[in-house]
């Protein structure tokens, strides 16, 4: 083709061979098993440290998958009838040799109140936006979860808050302010 010299070959090549180096986490988006996407790869990728052994070994164990956040029967269904279809194996055996796993990315975060703990945001904040506050809870350690639930420690209220606000009351959940949210991690 005009145009397409060895340059170009060169540069190519070295984005496919750039594209095949993925994480767990991305691994089973592509995969495409149902309703596993962002989130919940994300979710898995994590409880296994981003170890495809390890998590191959908890699909050989019936490994119970409910365990995760936000992960209900459903969930966990779709994974063992996605890996009970014998062309599904085939696939993954396949895409498996066709990559490179990268090791993921675990933030480490320093001890805060916030670190391992679920945390719900509810009504409008005047620091962050509804991404920057779950971007920030999540490099604190913590987990942005977008439902109060037994599981939630702590709400955070901002103007307007609405049910989300009652329903943490009601089970007796911690409900924090933005200001005090900002004096807890010393901002």
Same mark, same amino acid.
């Given at each position: ?9 060169? %540069?190519?090549?070295? /984005? ?13 988006? *592509? ?25 191959? @070994? /908890? ?15 459903? &969930?966990?269904? #779709?994974?063992? +009838? ?6 599904? @194996?085939?696939?993954?055996? *396949? ?16 001890? #805060? ?13 005047? #620091?962050?936006? %509804? /991404?920057?506050? @779950?971007?920030?809870?999540?490099? &604190?350690?913590?987990?942005? /979860? ?10 955070? *209220? ?6 989300? &606000?009652?329903?943490? %009351? ?7 302010? +933005?200001?005090?949210? &900002?004096?807890?991690? *010393?901002?």
């Amino acid at each position: 083709m005009d145009g397409f010299g060895p340059r170009s070959y060169e %540069r190519l090549w070295a /984005a496919i061979e750039e594209s095949r180096k993925v994480t767990l986490e991305h691994f089973l988006v *592509a995969i495409d098993i149902p309703l596993i996407g962002k989130t919940a790869s994300e979710a898995v990728a994590r409880y296994f440290g981003g170890d495809i052994a390890a998590f191959e @070994q /908890a699909i050989r164990e019936r490994f119970d998958f409910t365990q995760l956040p936000d992960f209900g029967d459903t &969930l966990c269904g #779709n994974i063992y +009838e996605w890996f009970g279809e014998k062309g599904h @194996q085939v696939l993954w055996e *396949a895409m498996k040799r066709e990559v490179i796993f990268m090791d993921m990315e675990i933030k480490k975060a320093a001890e #805060n109140p916030f670190s391992g703990k679920t945390v719900v945001v509810t009504g409008t904040l005047e #620091n962050f936006t %509804r /991404a920057g506050i @779950q971007a920030r809870i999540e490099e &604190l350690g913590g987990r942005a /979860a977008g439902s109060v639930s037994k599981k939630t420690d702590f709400v955070l *209220a901002g103007e307007k808050a609405g049910s989300k &606000l009652t329903k943490a %009351r009601d089970l007796g959940i911690p409900v924090i302010t +933005e200001e005090q949210f &900002l004096q807890m991690t *010393a901002e």
